[in-house]
């Protein structure tokens, strides 16, 4: 699969039907799996800040609510596509059902550059965005949240809208939140923490020591910065590596979190940062180090580069990094990918811990958050390698495994299929 050809609901549906033979699951159930449940497309005119009118264009997937409200974020970006956003809610369904908690799978995007948009317009058109949407959302049917590009700040003006909406003030229906506006403590570093812990666990599995071993980092938005960041604190890794959609920086003695990231604040991008030789983002991820961490876009490793890889561990933070093809070759070499719904659910577990905390108005400190994050990630990062073990199957499908079992239970258990 070129990058060309590359469509990611194809894709997610081949993951699924992998799943399904191995599961010998009912064929009814498996169709009903393939597909989303609905979907909204939506046209959104903004006023921009020169007087003129722009029309934008945009989508929420709700992929299946079996198992709870749909949950998923909303991606601001240009290459937006509804087959996009299908895949991406497919992956929050099965990322939900493996670290088991009470949530289906959703998704939102819209067509647009946000980095050429002001902070008014990007105002106008979040809000543009609930006035359309607003009528499918809310905490019993679906729940948005942040994903690429997106912010706590956006997320609040979405809250905002909705409370107009619906004439009272609704916390739960979106999460990602401000602090001071219903937002949960640890829900900032969720991502990269939930990701560090599985890191932690295959360590063990594979008997690798983590303190000084190399990494390197593709993405340096919310999960990827964070990574580093966490990555130096739990377990001192030596991330020699990191990039962003400009390019990417390369020190072997290391790269120091806090200066990467003044420069990365100061300059917009971690390009030229002082002491450091620039490589680019295809190179970063042939590097040879002991953990690679894949935090940006979808199909990063693929058929023309998987050979290529030669990391021992693959910590899969965005989502869809990987696709079938160089599944396949990453595990006949040898590497252990930890797989990206689950190995990203530490997001979606904290953005359930805000809902929880959000419905009896009463907020958890950060420790607490932790190690609840901790528990969740580490009994499904255990419960996909067994799962992967016991069927001789690479990590994805094990997680896959565990997944759509949960999720067709819960199908079969309403009588849908
Ligand atoms: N956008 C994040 C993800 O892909 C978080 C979703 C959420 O918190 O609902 O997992």
Redesign the pocket.
């Given at each position: 699969m070129n990058k060309k050809a590359f469509n990611p609901f194809e894709m997610a549906q081949r993951q699924l039907d992998d799943a399904a033979a191995v599961l010998q699951l009912d064929p009814a159930v498996h169709e009903l799996l393939r597909w989303p449940l609905r979907e909204l497309h939506v046209t959104l005119p903004v006023k921009m800040d020169d007087g003129t009118t722009r029309i934008f264009h945009g989508f929420r997937v709700q992929y299946n609510d079996a198992r709870g409200p749909n949950?998923?974020?909303i991606?601001f970006h240009s290459g937006e596509t509804v087959d996009l956003v299908r895949a991406?809610a497919a992956?929050?369904t099965w990322?939900c059902a493996v670290v088991d908690i009470p949530l289906g799978g959703g998704?939102g995007g819209i067509i647009c550059d946000p980095k050429s948009l002001s902070a008014g317009e990007l105002e106008r058109l979040s809000r543009a965005y609930i006035r359309q949407v607003g009528r499918i959302l809310g905490l019993e049917k679906d729940?948005?949240?942040?994903?690429v590009y997106t912010t706590p700040q956006i997320m609040a003006w979405m809250m905002d809208e909705y409370a107009f909406m619906q004439g009272y003030n609704e916390y739960g229906m979106i999460?990602?939140k401000p602090l001071a506006l219903g937002g949960s403590a640890g829900r900032g570093d969720a991502?990269a923490r939930g990701g560090m812990y599985c890191l932690r666990e295959a360590a063990k599995a594979l008997n690798l020591e983590l303190k000084g071993a190399t990494a390197a980092i593709q993405g340096y938005g919310n999960a990827g910065s964070f990574a580093h960041k966490l990555g130096v604190e739990l377990f001192g890794l030596k991330v020699v590596a990191v990039s962003d959609s400009r390019g990417g920086i390369y020190n072997p003695d290391g790269l120091d979190f806090a200066k990467v990231s003044a420069h990365k604040a100061k300059t917009g991008s971690v390009i030229d940062f002082p002491g450091s030789k620039c490589i680019s983002n295809e190179d970063l991820l042939e590097l040879d180090v002991t953990v690679l961490i894949p935090a940006a876009l979808e199909n990063a490793i693929n058929e023309d580069n998987a050979d290529r890889v030669r990391a021992r561990i693959i910590v899969e933070l965005a989502?869809g990094p990987t696709t079938p093809e160089a599944d396949q070759i990453l595990h006949d070499k040898g590497s252990y990918v930890i797989p990206d719904f689950l190995c990203?659910?530490g997001?979606?577990t904290?953005?359930?811990f805000e809902m929880v905390q959000n419905a009896y108005d009463y907020y958890w400190e950060e420790c607490v958050v932790h190690e609840r994050l901790e528990k969740k990630m580490t009994s499904a990062f255990w419960a996909v390698h067994n799962a992967a073990q016991q069927h001789r199957v690479h990590n994805r499908l094990g997680a896959y495994l565990v997944a759509v079992n949960r999720v067709a239970e819960a199908v079969r258990l309403r009588g849908w299929a």
């Open positions: 949950k998923g974020g991606r991406l992956w929050m990322k998704k729940v948005p949240a942040p994903d999460t990602g991502t989502n990203n659910a997001g979606v904290v953005s359930y």
